[in-house]
């Protein structure tokens, strides 16, 4: 299997996993359904209410609309936050390495997500609880809204670009921080996709909402009625749909090949094919609503449950195809390591192990080989790049290494190592002399 040098192949945790892994996978793809139907419900909850008090400033039922529909919001967003840690835990636990990697990637908006997520909360509260004290500064209130429906959106995308960036460790070594991540070309097709659901999603609980048996909408309503109010989400669900039919093509197209197979494709195309039966019978339901719209209600709900369910477990298989070599890659480098140290344990119990290795290739196998090999890259350059660099020039070494920084694109930055300049003038020797040495033997430097 040939490696490239930019992809980097980190060893992976050796600790089993607390449960079979098909169970975790299982469970993955059914808390992740669980968790993302009440992100819909949020996302797309926050923007029809934002929408209605619009509309509601030429048309007072609309206010009430929006009023009703931001109620549902402060409940879908808890329930959001709290069905999300199980499927957080999960993908802890299956993808640990690739999780980690990722975060550390995104930077501070990655760290900033619980503060993002506090602030989203505080205004969703503000904009439901003080519709009557503003309702002389309407503007005011529609950008309380407008704010937290805005973070709503943020959110997700930080989520979206992270879990993404995962999937692809060849990118690991180019993204610099949040927005370089956002140039990858599938994250914007896979936002946008995701958008287009959560209306469609929201729209579709509103249908149900607002014309549950029980619901008297004359109460609330000075014109609007159950029909109108099916027919109007109806619309908005059968529209979000067919934004979905537009991005989903393009986010199929924007997709890496590895990660595709014919499997992945069918299950696509059998939720593809369930979501356009639904929206022919929201369609026939708009243009010509049937005296019983429960069982055409009962149809639209199951056949979209049905496209959810593909599409959630198409994206599990995306992501076990896509990272599929490189676990093997990872797999061999962990093994490599394993058999190293048992290697040296074995030395060290039959008094083999060498009397006086050098300090240099002491502190380099012990710090420096997790991030520099011979000549791969792995998190920082090889030392056959770095002896062209420093040619003669230890002490070069030494100044980077007591304060590294920003040097190239690429390359994440380099923590400082305070190990004293003695240390760190045999380590640069070696790694000099390591990486400059074409000879077998090239291992052998003394370092000191």
Request: include cysteine.
């Amino acid at each position: 299997m040939t490696v490239s040098v930019d992809l980097p192949v980190p060893r992976d945790i050796p600790l089993p996993l607390p449960a079979d892994g098909v169970l975790l996978q299982a469970l993955l793809v059914v808390l992740f359904l669980l968790h993302i139907l009440f992100v819909n419900l949020m996302v797309g909850g926050s923007i029809l209410a934002v929408v209605c008090e619009i509309l509601g400033r030429r048309r007072r039922d609309f206010d009430t609309l929006a009023r009703q529909i931001a109620s549902t919001v402060t409940v879908n967003k808890s329930l959001a936050v709290v069905l999300g840690v199980g499927p957080l835990l999960a993908i802890n636990v299956l993808y640990t390495v690739y999780f980690y990697t990722a975060n550390s990637l995104t930077g501070g908006l990655w760290i900033g997500v619980v503060p993002l997520v506090i602030a989203a909360f505080l205004l969703t509260y503000v904009h439901k609880y003080t519709w009557d004290q503003l309702a002389d500064f309407q503007g005011l209130h529609i950008a309380l809204g407008a704010a937290g429906a805005l973070l709503f959106l943020l959110i997700p995308l930080i989520f979206l670009a992270n879990v993404n960036l995962m999937l692809f460790p060849a990118e690991w070594v180019r993204v610099d921080g949040f927005f370089s991540t956002l140039l990858l070309a599938n994250v914007l097709p896979r936002y946008l996709h995701f958008l287009a659901a959560s209306l469609a999603v929201a729209a579709l609980f509103f249908v149900i909402y607002f014309t549950r048996a029980g619901y008297d909408a004359a109460a609330h309503f000075e014109s609007f009625d159950r029909a109108y109010l099916r027919r109007f989400f109806y619309g908005f669900a059968l529209g979000a749909s067919l934004l979905q039919l537009l991005f989903g093509p393009l986010l199929l197209m924007t997709l890496p090949s590895q990660g595709m197979s014919w499997f992945l494709i069918l299950v696509i195309a059998i939720g593809a094919t369930c979501g356009i039966s639904a929206m022919i019978v929201m369609w026939r339901e708009i243009i010509r609503p049937h005296e019983r719209p429960l069982p055409r209600l009962i149809t639209v709900v199951s056949l979209i449950t049905l496209t959810v369910f593909c599409m959630g477990y198409g994206r599990h298989l995306y992501r076990e195809n896509a990272i599929a070599e490189h676990r093997d890659l990872m797999r061999a480098a962990t093994d490599e390591y394993g058999w190293a140290v048992a290697a040296a344990q074995w030395r060290e119990a039959t008094g083999q192990t060498r009397t006086a290795v050098p300090l240099g290739q002491k502190i380099y196998e012990g710090t420096c080989a997790a991030c520099h090999t011979l000549d791969r890259v792995l998190i920082g350059p090889a030392l056959r790049e770095i002896a062209q660099l420093y040619t003669g020039n230890p002490a070069g070494i030494v100044a980077w290494t007591n304060a590294p920084g920003k040097k190239r694109e690429g390359f994440p930055i380099m923590p400082a190592f305070k190990l004293g300049d003695e240390k760190l003038e045999a380590v640069a020797n070696y790694m000099l002399k390591l990486g400059s040495d074409t000879g077998d033997g090239a291992a052998a430097g003394n370092g000191d």
